[in-house]
Every structure is written in structure tokens, then in C-alpha cells.
């Protein structure tokens, strides 16, 4: 039977591969293991493989199982990439180290004030709807620049990049390529793009951090 480490080892070889091939730098892609809907027991054997960067997409999941491995593994890396409720902010600045998925004043607002309350300043991405779907979180693409300078200035974010997840039923790459643009345009060096399915891809268009959920921990 196939481990999730085993599973694990291929992907950082594939990562690895997929740099070298579009002549990036080793190491120029993040992995971030997405461990939403498995418990501790199921993470224990990829962290004592050796991985520490990680996403959860549910502020109160995340609650229940991290501090307790936080206790057990040095230097674990916690990525939100789920939606966030303001009424939330609290609890995610406390528990993340990352956000991903900011796609609001109101969002960045409240989080800028907790930030300041706990004194930690997290390193954010703004979330973009290439798709430009309805039912999704995001900003829409003719906005973000507006946003970001609104992050920035007004706000006082730490946005180091953008952040999108493609329409399930279109080819990714144009997705990639237009969020690769917008950060462009706005000087932000970070891209967060790419899932199990296609984050080979995203790494051809830049991808500086890649979410690989299903992939490693197998289907949810
Ligand atoms: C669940 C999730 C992922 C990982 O998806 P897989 O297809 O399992 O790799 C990546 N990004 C976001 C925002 C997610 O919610």
C-alpha cells in the first residue's frame, strides 16, 4: 500500500523536477501539505518525514489539531487558505502564520486589528477570482490593484502575493498566467497557485507555493 510519505517523496521530487524543467532555481517552490479533514494521527508520519509548511482551510479544525503538534514538531509553518469570518480573526491570527485568502475590506481590516492586538504581523495573500465565478471568494481581477494599494496603504498589510483557484471545469493555465500578471503589475513576488491536480502546471507559470491536498493524504 501507498503511505502519504511515500506519497510525499514523489511530489518533492515532482516539484523539483517541474523547477528544473521551466529553469527555476531548487527550491523556489513551496510546498504546502493541505491536511484539512485528517486528523493528528494522520499527519504524525509527514511531519516526522520531515514537512512543516502545511494549510487548513477551517479556522476551528486547525484550533483542535495544531497546537498539540505544534508542542511536538519544531518550526511548523500553518497556512490558512480557506475563507475567513471576520469574527474569526482572532483565532486565525493566533493559530496562522500565513493568510492566504484575504478578499475583503472588512477581512483585512479586522485581521490588521488583531494583528496589532497580538503583535504579530502575518505575511498575507490576497485571494483573486480569476474565473471571475459567482459562487466563489475572491477578488475580481479588474479590482485587485485598487485593493492591494488599499491593503497596503490604508490598511498596513503584509501582502507579499496573490492567491487563486481556477474553475473546475477550464484549463488552468490562463488562470495562472493572468494571476501571474496582476502580481506583476503590483510588484508581489508570491504566487499561490496549484492543487494535486495541476500544480505542475502552476509551477510553469510561476508558482512560488503549491497546495497539495488529496494528493498526498489521498481523496477526503
Ligand atoms: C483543499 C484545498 C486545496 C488542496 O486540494 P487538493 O485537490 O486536495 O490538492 C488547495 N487549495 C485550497 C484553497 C483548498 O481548499
Redesign the pocket.
Known sequence: MVSATDRLEEIKADIRNAETACGRGEGAVTLIA?S?TFDAEAILPVLEAGQRVF?E?RVQEAMGKWPGLRAEYDGVELHL??PLQSNKAKEAVATFDVIHTIDRPKIARALKAEMDRQGRQLPCFIQVNTGEEPQKAGIAPKEVDAFVKDCRDEIGLDIVGLMC?PPVDEAPGEHFALLEKIAGRNGLSQLSMG???DYRVAIGFGATCV?????IFGS?
Open positions: 493541505v484539512k494549510g482551510n487558505i480557506g483557484i492543487m494535486s491536480s497546495r497539495v491536498g488529496s494528493a477526503r
